[in-house]
C-alpha cells in the first residue's frame, strides 16, 4: 500500500539525535533538487494484534523467545531527494523489481508536485530489484534519468537514504509501542509529512520543503 498524509500532533513526533556512521566522514550534496535520488528499502517485522513483546511490561527473555512468532514484514521503501532531502516512502508486501519501479514513479510524480519537476540520476544498492531488474530500469528510463550504483560493500555511498531509513526506525517505527501492524502503519503519513514540512534536518538546518518550490 503507498502511504501519505498531514502532519497531525508535532509533539508525537521526536528529533533525537541518530547515531554518526561512516556516512558523515565525506560530507557532499548536490547543487539543485532533483540531481540525484537515493532509493532503498528496509525490511521490518510485523506487529501482531497486541503489541508482540514490545508491549509486554515484563520485557524478561521468556516472552522475547515466546513472542518472536513468523508474523511476516513490511518492506519499506523510501526514497530521498540528495539536494533538499525531501522523502517519500511507501510500504509494501515484497521488494521485487515491479514494485520498487511503481515506487521510483509515484515518487517523480511527489517531487514534481513540490517543485522538483525533473529527475537527473537515480543512485540505489546492488539489490536485484534494482541491478536485474527490467520493471526497474525501464521507470528510470521513463524519468529521462540515468541509474547509478554504490560500490560493492560500500553502503556509505547511499548514506543520505541509510540515514533516512536510520531516522525513520527511530522516530516512527520503534518510537513507540504500537498494539498493532496497522496502527504503525497509519502513523507513518503524519510523520513523513512532519518530517518534510516542520523538522529541521540536521544536514541542511531547514526542512526539506523549503529547499524546493512547490508548484501545487
Not at 560530507?27 to 508491549?55: C, F, Q, S, T
Not at 528510470?140 to 560493500?153: H, S, T, Y
Request: proline share 4%.
Amino acid at each position: 500500500m503507498w502511504i501519505g498524509g498531514k502532519s497531525t500532533n508535532r509533539a508525537e513526533f521526536t528529533t533525537a539525535r541518530i547515531r554518526a556512521s561512516r556516512a558523515t566522514n565525506n560530507r557532499y550534496e548536490r547543487e539543485r533538487p532533483g540531481e540525484l535520488l537515493h532509493i532503498d528499502v528496509k525490511k521490518l517485522g510485523h506487529i501482531p494484534d497486541g503489541g508482540g513483546w514490545r508491549a509486554d511490561p515484563e520485557q524478561n527473555s521468556r516472552n522475547h523467545k515466546a513472542s518472536h512468532k513468523r508474523v511476516g514484514f513490511d518492506y519499506v521503501h523510501a526514497v530521498i531527494d540528495d539536494h533538499s532531502r525531501l522523502a517519500y516512502v511507501e510500504i509494501h508486501t515484497d521488494e521485487k523489481g515491479a514494485t520498487a519501479a511503481g515506487v521510483l514513479i509515484r515518487a517523480a510524480e511527489f517531487f514534481a508536485k513540490n517543485g522538483i519537476p525533473k529527475i537527473e540520476r537515480v543512485l540505489s544498492d546492488n539489490a536485484f530489484a534494482y541491478r536485474n531488474s527490467a520493471a526497474f530500469k525501464q521507470a528510470v528510463a521513463q524519468l529521462g534519468a540515468e541509474q547509478r550504483f554504490i560500490k560493492p560493500l560500500c553502503p556509505w555511498t547511499n548514506g543520505k537514504v541509510e540515514r533516512l531509513n536510520r531516522t525513520l526506525a527511530t522516530e516512527w517505527a520503534y518510537s513507540r509501542v504500537f498494539t498493532s501492524n496497522k496502527e504503525r502503519t497509519a502513523a507513518l503519513a503524519p510523520w513523513l509529512n512532519y518530517y518534510n514540512t516542520e523538522r529541521i534536518h540536521g544536514g541542511i538546518g531547514a526542512t526539506p520543503i523549503s529547499r524546493v518550490s512547490p508548484t501545487s
